[in-house]
């Protein structure tokens, strides 16, 4: 699995002129919500972590977020150094007549374990909120719901967005370089044409959101964009769960 990789100096500079910042406290998810992704993205077991590869993506995430203005909470950093010390720790050599130590693992581990079975349980009781929610006549505002089948829909997060947007960047030539000088729109005027977007087709996939050939500028104020109407919850994103495809219905 590629980690994902730092904005290059043009995109750094940019975003740091542009002084734009977005707060996901309480909006998006947190550092063990950043773990359970890089589990699953490395289709690794939970009780067997590669804890040198899970730690350098881990500060990869947090490294491409501060180069995007995005501020996280402090238990972030708590989650990053628990995670290098286990690597520290499990880098250093046993000696024959030491008594075997419990995996380092386990630190982490036994919480991220409780932290799955809570997160379980309470989307449980919030499934359980909607029971009946369709029983009755469907209301005009739920028609967008039938662009694609409910439930071969999952929520989704900022790692999940964060992924989809470094394959966007991926697929830019390395030769396109940010223009300091030149006239880029801002994240509001980017809001406000997605608002009219969503005002004329109520949910959209991700692809649809970007030109046929988009530039980096491009991508990183739609980027920010998106995340400021999750924020407001003017937007929310889902997953098909068989193709990837990415949607936001406008709410």
């Known amino acids: 699995m590629q980690n994902v990789e730092p904005l290059n100096a043009y995109q750094s500079n940019a975003m740091e002129e542009n002084s734009y910042r977005v707060k996901v406290t309480d909006i998006f998810e947190g550092p063990m919500d950043l773990l359970v992704h890089l589990i699953k993205k490395n289709e690794v077991d939970i009780y067997d972590i590669p804890i040198a590869l899970v730690t350098e993506q881990f500060l990869a995430y947090l490294e491409w ?19 290098t010390q286990i690597k520290s720790r499990m880098l250093l050599p046993t000696a024959e007549n030491e008594i075997e130590e419990e995996d380092p693992r386990m630190e982490i581990v036994r919480p991220l374990t409780e932290y799955l079975q809570l997160k379980s349980a309470a989307e449980e009781l919030a499934r359980r909120d909607l029971l009946g929610e369709n029983t009755f006549i469907r209301q ?112």
């Open 65 to 83: 977020m501060k180069s995007m203005n995005i501020d996280f909470a402090g238990d972030f950093l708590v989650m990053a150094s628990t995670l």
């Open 140 to 251: 005009p505002g739920d028609a967008l719901q039938l662009v694609d089948r409910e439930d071969d829909l999952m929520k989704i997060g900022l790692f999940e967005l964060i992924d989809a947007f470094q394959q966007i960047l991926k697929n830019i030539s390395p030769d396109d370089r940010l223009d300091l000088t030149a006239d880029r729109i801002s994240v509001n005027d980017r809001i406000s044409e997605l608002v009219d977007i969503f005002e004329r087709k109520k949910s959209v996939t991700f692809d649809e959101l970007f030109s046929d050939s988009p530039d980096k500028s491009e991508v990183i104020v739609t980027f920010l964009a998106i995340l400021e109407m999750v924020k407001l919850y003017l937007v929310r994103l889902a997953q098909h769960s068989q193709t990837g495809v990415i949607r936001l219905f406008y709410q």
